[in-house]
C-alpha cells in the first residue's frame, strides 16, 4: 500500500522546520508495511499541477495531509486537488485543527474521507490494514467519517502510555538539504502531555493533561540521529519541557554523558525554572528558553489560567540572566478584558524584562476553552475565516479594544524597531558592515533569499547551462543568474548572491549534474542520499 502524507505550505515568517508530526505518521504507516512518500509544500513551490506530478509518480491510494487552522484552507484544497484528480484515492486529515472541528469539516469538505482526531500514531496503524474497507472503520478508534449522509465518530482513541514504544520520526523521508539551508533548528518531543489549563492552548487538549514522558536514552537516541544529518541545532517541542526536575537533570547528564555537541532551545514555564537546573540545561548546550508569559496584567492572567504571575516572570528572567541563558518572551494581545491599561502593564513588563519578546493576536482556534464557552468572557470573535488565525493580524475585539485599537498598539511599539530594522537591513545591501548587529541582518537576508529560491522552485526551473573554462565558473554563472532573476528585486549586490550560492554548493545542499556541455542544478535530498 502506498501512502503520501502532505506538508501544506505555510510563510517564512513561522519559521518553517520540519513537520515533526507528520515524520511520526510516516513511521507508524511503515511500521505496518506501508510505502510512504511526504510530499513536502513547505520547502517545494505548491501548485495544482505539482500536486497531479506527485500523484502520477509516486502513485499512492491513500493521501493524507496534516494541518493547523492557519493553513487548513491550503491543505484542504490540496485534498480537493488529488481527489478530482483521482477520485479513487482515499483522502485524510489529522493535526489540531481538524480534531476540534470534525462535523463542519467533514460536512463543508466532502473531499476529505476520515479526520483521524489528537494523537494519530496508534490509530494509523489500526486503520491503515482496513482502510480499503468502509464497513471495517466502525471498529477503528480515534477517526470520524460520513456515512450515508450521517457522521460517525469512532470511539475515544487511548493516549499512548509509553512514548519509548514509538519508533524515530521518519525525517529521512523529508528533503532535509532544503530545511537545512534555511537554517531552522529541528523539533523533536521528548514527553506529551501538559497539566495545565491556559483557556487559549489547544496542547493538553492534543496531548492529555497527564504528561508523558520518554526515557533519556531513546531521546539521545534520536539526537544523534539527527545529528548524523547534519544538523546542527534542535528545539524541544514540548508543551512543558520543565515539568519534572528529575527529567531534565537525567536528559542533561545523559548529553554529557555521550558527549554530544549541539546546541538547543526549549519551551519553559517561568513558575517551573530554578537556577540549578537552568545551569545544568545551559551545561548541556542549551542557549534559549522561550517563556509564554501572555501578559503582564495579573487578572488577566488568572482570567486565562495561565497560573503564573508577572513577579514570576521577573524572577524567571532573572535567574536566567544569572546563568547566561537567553530567554526569548511571548506576549497574547487581545486576550478576554483586554483594555489600553493591560496592554500598559504588558509593555511595562516586557520593557522591564528587557529580553528579546513578541507579541502574537489571539487567535480563538476550535476546541480552547475560549472559543468553547466564548459567551463567558469579554470577548467577540470578528472572523471565521481560517486563513486569518496565523496570530499575525487581530481578529476578536472586547468591550474596551477594536481589532484597529490592538493593531496600532502593536504597530507603534515595533514602529522604531520597524525602522532600525530596515535602516540596517539597507545599510547592509549597501555594503556598511560595521554594524555590530550585521550577523543577524545578514543571516535574515540570506534566509529570506533561500526560503525563495526553495518555494518559487527557482533552481528547478532553471533551464541547464554551458560552461566554459574554469572550474568555478559554474558557481559564478549560478549566481549571476540567481541575481538576475531574484537576488537584484531584493537589493541584494551580486557578491552577496555569490557568497550564498558557494556557501549551499560546499555544503553539499546544491548540487549539478552535467548534461552533454551543460550542467543542470538540484537541490540534495540529504546528506545520505543526493536525489530521489
Ligand atoms: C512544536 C510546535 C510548533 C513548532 C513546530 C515545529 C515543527 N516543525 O514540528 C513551531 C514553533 C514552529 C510552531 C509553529 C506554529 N504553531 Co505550533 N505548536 C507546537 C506544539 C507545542 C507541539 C507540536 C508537536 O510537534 N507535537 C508533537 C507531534 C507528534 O504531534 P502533532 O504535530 O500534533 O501530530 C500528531 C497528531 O496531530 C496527528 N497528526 C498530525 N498531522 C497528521 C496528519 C495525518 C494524515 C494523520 C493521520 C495524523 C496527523 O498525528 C501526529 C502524531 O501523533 C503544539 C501544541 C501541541 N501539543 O499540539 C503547538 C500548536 C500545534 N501550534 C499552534 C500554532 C497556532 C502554531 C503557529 C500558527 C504559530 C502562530 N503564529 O501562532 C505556527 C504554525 C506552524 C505550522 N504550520 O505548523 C497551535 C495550533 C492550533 C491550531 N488549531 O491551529 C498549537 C496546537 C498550540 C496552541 N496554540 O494551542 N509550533
Ligand atoms: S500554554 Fe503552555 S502551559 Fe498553558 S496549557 Fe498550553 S502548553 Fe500548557
Known amino acids: 500500500m502506498k501512502v503520501a502524507l502532505v506538508a501544506p505550505p505555510y510563510p517564512l515568517e513561522l519559521a518553517p522546520s520540519p513537520p515533526l508530526g507528520l515524520c511520526y505518521v510516516a513511521t507508524a504507516c511503515e511500521t505496518v508495511g506501508a510505502k510512504v512518500k511526504i510530499f513536502d509544500y513547505i520547502v517545494r513551490r505548491y501548485t495544482k499541477d505539482k500536486i497531479k506530478q506527485d500523484i502520477d509518480t509516486f502513485r499512492p491510494e491513500i493521501i493524507g495531509a496534516t494541518s493547523v487552522t492557519m493553513n487548513f484552507h491550503i491543505a484542504a484544497e490540496i485534498i480537493k486537488t488529488a481527489k478530482q484528480y483521482n ?31 489528537g494523537e494519530g500514531d496508534n490509530t494509523i496503524k489500526e486503520f491503515l490494514p482496513v482502510i480499503q474497507d468502509k464497513s471495517q472503520w466502525a471498529m477503528v478508534k480515534g477517526i470520524a467519517y460520513i456515512d450515508n449522509g450521517h457522521l460517525v465518530k469512532t470511539g475515544q482513541r487511548e493516549l499512548i502510555q509509553n512514548l519509548d514504544s514509538l519508533e524515530i520520526p521518519a525525517r529521512n523521508l523529508l528533503p532535509l538539504s532544503r530545511y537545512q539551508a534555511l537554517g531552522f533548528p529541528v523539533s523533536i518531543i521528548t514527553s506529551r502531555g501538559c497539566p495545565n489549563q491556559c483557556i487559549f492552548c489547544l496542547g493538553r487538549k492534543m496531548v492529555g493533561k497527564k504528561v508523558r514522558f520518554r526515557s533519556a536514552s531513546s531521546i539521545i537516541d ?34 554529557i554523558k555521550r558527549d554530544i555537541n549541539f546546541t538547543w532551545s526549549a519551551f519553559a514555564r517561568v513558575d517551573s525554572v530554578d537556577k540549578k537546573h537552568l545551569a545544568i540545561m545551559k551545561n548541556a548546550g542549551c542557549d534559549t528558553v522561550c517563556f509564554g508569559i501572555e501578559s503582564g496584567n495579573l487578572e488577566i492572567l488568572k482570567q ?32 478576554p478584558g483586554e483594555s489600553y491599561e493591560t496592554l500598559e502593564d504588558t509593555q511595562q ?18 476546541g480552547t476553552t475560549l472559543k468553547n464557552e466564548i459567551k463567558n468572557y469579554d470577548l467577540e470573535i470578528i472572523s471565521d475565516d481560517w486563513n486569518l488565525y496565523d496570530a499575525k493580524r487581530p481578529i476578536v475585539k472586547t468591550s474596551h479594544l477594536e481589532p484597529e485599537d490592538m493593531s496600532n498598539f502593536v504597530d507603534e511599539v515595533f514602529k522604531e524597531q520597524q525602522e532600525n530594522w530596515e535602516t540596517l537591513k539597507q545599510a547592509f545591501l549597501n555594503g556598511d558592515r560595521s554594524e555590530n548587529k550585521n550577523n543577524i541582518v545578514e543571516g535574515l537576508v540570506k534566509m529570506d533569499f533561500i526560503f525563495k529560491l526553495l518555494s518559487e522552485d527557482i533552481i528547478e526551473n532553471q533551464a541547464p547551462f554551458i560552461i566554459q573554462n574554469s572550474s568555478n565558473e559554474h558557481i559564478i554563472e549560478l549566481s549571476k543568474q540567481l541575481h538576475n532573476i531574484l537576488g537584484s528585486d531584493m537589493g541584494m549586490n551580486i557578491h552577496l548572491v555569490d557568497q550564498i550560492c558557494s556557501q549551499l554548493v560546499k555544503n553539499g545542499y546544491l548540487h549539478y549534474e552535467k548534461q552533454g556541455k551543460s550542467i543542470k542544478w538540484f537541490w540534495t535530498y540529504n546528506n545520505k542520499i543526493k536525489s530521489l
Open 304 to 335: 486565562v489560567k495561565k497560573g503564573i504571575t508577572p513577579d514570576q516572570a521577573i524572577k524567571a528572567v532573572e535567574i536566567c540572566n544569572d546563568v547566561g541563558m537567553k530567554v526569548h518572551a511571548s506576549f497574547i494581545v487581545g486576550l
Open 349 to 366: 513588563l516586557a520593557n522591564k524584562l528587557d529580553v528579546e519578546y513578541g507579541y502574537h493576536f489571539l487567535a480563538p482556534f476550535p
Open 222 to 255: 534520536e539526537i544523534e540521529h539527527v545529528l548524523s544529518y547534519g544538523f546542527q541545532r534542535i528545539n524541544i517541542a514540548d508543551d512543558f519541557f520543565t515539568a519534572s526536575k528529575k527529567r531534565v537533570r537525567l536528559f542533561c547528564n545523559e548529553i
Open 87 to 117: 477520485p479513487s484515492i482515499i483522502t485524510m486529515m489529522g493535526g489540531p485543527h481538524v480534531s476540534f472541528d470534525i462535523e463542519n469539516t467533514l460536512h463543508s469538505y466532502p473531499e476529505i474521507d476520515v479526520i483521524l482526531i
